[in-house]
């Protein structure tokens, strides 16, 4: 008999599995449940990009391309870049087309982190970064963020985590689970503690086209940061293509060039199809993304608005398309919440704690859902509140 456990690796095994998707799976297998526990547009792709991914299959354009990409991907992309936040790349050497925005953080990661190396992580956050540090041997180091704050994060909380062994920090803003975002007046102090070292930036931005208060401002836009920064995007939030599993990571070239050999070597290129209806994303879609920005600005309120009205004390979320509501008042913890709103309201959410121990005693829900799912989600969440009352009198 094969002794599985000795021939798994240690550092797999520790790995715990994600959090969002344990009640998503849950929420799979029963019946009338309202799930608002992923982060997936409820919007169709838009039809100009499906109508060129057709094209491309009628051309039979279904070969690998060139490792980092299409050169004329790649170009519209830094075309865009430019237009959107006024920051220059050379698209041949200095940013590579990857499996949606997860291939890139896991690239900037492996390319600069050595075992040993502490990478600083901004919390509340994405559930895959500590798993990849920890995977590369390096030491994930929580700068844990606060609701009374706004969940940005200040240069005091940043200084106070460096040391001799800081190589990276992970900036993910606008962020996911909170929907904070971080101003240029707010970002500018985290600039100045790191000018001067050599501590790199992976700065990432899959949700920059939803930003609802002034437009997204990146930290590669202020001086002496594109140098140091490895600016992580994609189109799987903005442009509705989930599924088609294409992200890009733009940065200086002697890391890019490093990276580039690690994704030739795990990955050959991404999507034929995907990258050839990216292009047309990035020069026709605009209209299309403002209309779906839109209608999460309407959901955003009014989910803000209804969760307050219900007693569930609800931060107002700038960015992204998440709210990340306190439910300390109800005396759970967060897991034992979302379990009991599941298995008696039929309603998914995502327990706080998911997404950092900082997490706790919140609630991330989605809002890339339509009103209507929304607002029978809420009307059962009253009800589970009123219940919990109820057992406490």
Not at 128 to 135: D, Q, T
Not at 140 to 160: D, Q, R
Not at 173 to 183: Q, R
Request: proline fraction near 5%; charged fraction near 25%; hydrophobic fraction near 40%.
């Amino acid at each position: 008999m094969m002794d599985y456990d000795k021939i798994i690796s240690e550092k797999c095994r520790e790995l715990k599995p994600s959090g969002i998707r344990k009640f998503f799976d849950i929420a799979a297998n029963m019946k009338g449940v309202i799930s608002l526990g992923v982060g997936e547009p409820d919007f169709q792709t838009p039809w100009a990009i499906r109508r060129a991914a057709i094209a491309a299959l009628e051309k039979g354009k279904t070969v690998y391309t060139a490792n980092a990409g299409l050169i004329e991907l790649r170009r519209s992309i830094c075309n865009y870049i430019k237009r959107k936040i006024n920051v220059e790349y050379e698209p041949s050497n200095e940013l590579i087309i990857t499996v949606g925005g997860s291939e890139a953080i896991d690239l900037g990661i492996r390319a600069l982190v050595d075992p040993g190396d502490e990478v600083l992580i901004v919390e509340p956050c994405f559930v895959c970064y500590a798993p990849i540090v920890s995977l590369t041997g390096g030491v994930p180091v929580t700068i844990e963020t606060k609701a009374e704050n706004g969940f940005k994060l200040t240069a005091e909380e940043l200084k106070a985590k460096i040391t001799d062994k800081t190589k990276l920090l992970i900036l993910p803003f606008p962020n996911n689970p909170t929907g904070a975002i971080m101003t240029r007046e707010e970002l500018e102090p985290i600039a100045e503690v790191l000018r001067g070292t050599n501590i790199m930036v992976l700065s990432d931005e899959i949700y920059s086209e939803l930003t609802y208060d002034g437009r997204h401002v990146s930290i590669t836009e202020l001086d002496g940061m594109k140098e140091r920064t490895l600016l992580v995007n994609g189109f799987s939030k903005a442009f509705a293509m989930t599924g088609w599993r294409l992200g890009y990571l733009a940065g200086p070239e002697p890391i890019v060039k490093q990276m580039l050999k690690i994704h030739q070597y795990a990955i050959m290129c991404s999507p034929t199809v995907s990258q050839y209806a990216a292009v047309e994303a990035m020069s026709s879609c605009d209209g299309e993304v403002a209309k779906m920005v839109n209608e999460y600005n309407i959901r955003r309120r009014w989910l803000v608005n209804a969760l307050n009205e219900i007693g569930l004390t609800c931060f107002e979320p700038k960015g992204a398309f998440y709210v990340f509501p306190s439910i300390k008042s109800t005396g759970l913890s967060s897991q034992e919440f979302c379990e009991q709103l599941l298995y008696k309201h039929n309603v998914a959410v995502v327990p706080g704690d998911a997404f950092g121990e900082c997490g706790e005693g919140h609630i991330r829900i989605s809002y890339a859902y339509s009103l209507k799912h929304l607002m029978e989600a809420v009307e059962r969440i009253s009800e589970f509140l009123d219940e919990l009352k109820g057992r406490s009198v």
